[in-house]
């Protein structure tokens, strides 16, 4: 397990959300080796799609990249020591069939003229 407190780097959460993930982080150092990252991703994205339903993404790593869409108030990035934690839920909405994305982009684009 890491001993260092969880440092918030970017969020647009509510407080109560962060709290939540930020105490799901630190049972999944519990639970998992320190250098599992896929468990410890896997252990926090299974708890936070209980707690606020599905699509949520987590990533979990010393040193990595990302660009990713979100929903507004679904965002944190923080680190515990120099463990770095991504958690975000997806922008799309899951009940919009394949039919009706295409449908919606097609408007899209025939509004331009």
């Not at 080796?33 to 994205?45: L, R």
């Not at 936070?48 to 965002?75: N, Q, R």
Request: proline fraction near 2%; charged fraction near 25%.
């Amino acid at each position: 397990m890491l001993e260092g407190k969880g440092v918030v780097r970017e969020t647009d959460m509510p407080e109560a959300m962060q709290t939540h993930v930020m105490e799901l982080a630190y049972q999944a150092l519990d639970l998992h080796e320190v250098s599992d990252y896929q468990a410890i991703a896997h252990y926090i994205k299974q708890k936070f799609d209980e707690a606020y339903g599905p699509a949520w993404h987590c990533v979990v790593g010393i040193d990595f990249g990302s660009c990713v869409t979100h929903l507004c108030g679904s965002f944190i990035f923080f680190h515990v020591e120099m463990m770095e934690f991504l958690v975000f839920k997806d922008g799309k909405d899951l009940t919009e069939s394949k039919e009706e994305a295409i449908g919606v982009v097609q408007k899209a684009g025939n509004n331009d003229s």
